[in-house]
């Protein structure tokens, strides 16, 4: 029960490596704000398995690339738990092309799915966990945003501005004892990468170093990592959870 008394919030933590976030703070004692853009139901169930392992938990709407939403989102939290400890920037989207066809609205969405958001909730608890002089920060980034990956200009540059955003923010928080990291993932078993054509799965299995893809529980063991106490000196740091894909 290494988070008991903690409040966290984790952005898109309905589905995917969010979900596996959440539900892995609240099997820890933490009290969770599961937050959604659309999938309501799936935003209840992991709500549901959260209390039903003993902690507490909310699901709140709030799409996450729109300033006052992410204002909202923060406020709701300190309203239904009473503070927050822990901030997992963890939604994000996709949607790929070539630059040549990509539209500027596939562009535009992206950066503001998955940096924006990033922005807009950071800043609303960045308040609040310097009043307390405590604090955690967790951007999902990617290896896209480390290595680059072609038809994914949008993308990639979203997650390496991620990238960017946790150390400038790192050295602006750090005196008041918060901290700012990252992790990102490689290819993960998610609805996402499962859609994958098989060939393609095959060519990506052959890149990675351990030979498989990673799961969305071995992310979020690194998440509550960094989130623990185990990590109060570990700040601006980006943790690659990838099987080698990346390695320099
Ligand atoms: P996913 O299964 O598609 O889930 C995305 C989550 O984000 C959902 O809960 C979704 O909520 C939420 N979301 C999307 N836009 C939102 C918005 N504007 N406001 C609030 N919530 C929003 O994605 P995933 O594969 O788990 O990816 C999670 C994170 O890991 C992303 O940042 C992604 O870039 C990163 N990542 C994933 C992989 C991978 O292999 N899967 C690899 C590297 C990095 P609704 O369902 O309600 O729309």
Redesign the pocket.
Known sequence: MRFEGKVVVV????????RAIAKAFGNQGASVVV?????EE?ANEVVSAITAAGSRAVSFQ????LFSEGEKLIKKAIQEFGDLHVLVN????TRDGLIMTMKEEDWDFVIN??LK?TFNCSRAAVRHMFRKRYGRIIN?T??SGVMGNPGQTNYSAS?AGQIGFTKALAREVASRNVTVNAVA????D????SALPENVRDGMLELIPLGRIGSTEEVAKAVLYLASDDAAYITGHILGIDGGIAMA
């Open positions: 952005t898109g933590g309905s589905r995917g490596i969010g937050n959604y853009r659309s999938n799936a709030a799409d996450v690339s963890n939604a994000g989207t799915t998955n958001s999902i990617s290896v997650k993932p490689g290819f993960i998610t609805v996402l990468t």
